[in-house]
């Protein structure tokens, strides 16, 4: 059994529409260190969370890149979130900037433990560079850090008013072609959502493993 890794339940929702049954929601929240990119605060909970857990898990790590505020609030959505909110984002966006370009990125951290073969992905390849890069992203008790395999997805539109109440987060800010993320139902922002083609991209490679 696979388990995800996750607190949200929005997320575990649009991982059943990809991986069905094969996965399961793990409830842990792992230690999310501090860094202004994705890939390895991911790597790094996967790890924690197969210590934890003893079986493969998949975490995900996600967040909203605002272009005109350089990318904020990033890796630290969720603390933007839970503390100014996210209509507050918004009017930040209506009073600071003429370009309302933003992305969704996520990162899948898959570790069950065992090695991966070299992968002929650049994308992935890199990710892991970056991943491994991080000395912060091991525990103390790590002699060898674990291998991790990493998935991203990213997703571009605009910060709008807020419309639509599906969703989670930052879904009714956040428009693509026309449409919030909130005004579509899960399978329609699974089709073209950020962690949609992450996970997309983890089906491939898992099926094929
Ligand atoms: O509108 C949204 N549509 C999405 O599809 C989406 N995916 C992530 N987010 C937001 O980005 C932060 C992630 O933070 P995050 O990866 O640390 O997750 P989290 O704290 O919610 O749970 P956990 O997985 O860490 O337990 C949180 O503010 C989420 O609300 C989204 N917002």
């Not at 857990?53 to 998949?58: C, D, F, I, R």
């Not at 900037?97 to 951290?109: E, I, K, T, Y």
């Not at 571009?156 to 909130?182: H, K, L, M, Q």
Request: aromatic share 10%; glycine share 10%; proline share 5%.
């Amino acid at each position: 059994m696979l388990r995800y890794v996750t607190t949200n339940p929005g997320k575990v929702r649009e991982a059943r529409e990809y991986l069905g049954d094969e996965v399961s929601q793990l409830d842990f929240d792992y230690t999310e260190i501090q860094a202004d990119d994705l890939a390895p605060i991911a790597a790094r909970g996967a790890r924690e969370a197969y210590r934890h857990a003893g079986e493969p898990v998949l975490v995900d790590d996600a967040g909203l890149f605002v272009r005109g505020f350089d990318g904020f609030p990033g890796p630290y959505s969720a603390y933007v979130e839970d503390t100014i909110g996210v209509e507050a984002v918004r009017r930040l966006v209506d009073a600071e900037l003429d370009d309302r370009r933003a992305s969704f990125r996520c990162v899948l951290a898959y570790c069950d433990g065992e090695p991966f073969d070299a992968s002929p992905d650049p994308i992935d390849r890199d990710d892991r560079v970056a991943a491994a890069a991080t000395g912060a992203e091991r525990d103390d008790a790590e002699t060898e850090p674990l291998p991790v395999k990493l998935f991203e997805g990213v997703v571009r539109g605009e910060i709008v008013e807020a419309r639509g109440d599906g969703g989670f987060g930052y879904d009714p800010i956040f428009e693509y072609d026309g449409s919030t993320f909130a005004e579509m139902d899960a399978a329609e922002k699974n089709a073209i959502s950020h962690r949609g083609r992450a996970l997309e991209k983890f089906g491939v490679w898992f099926a094929e493993r």
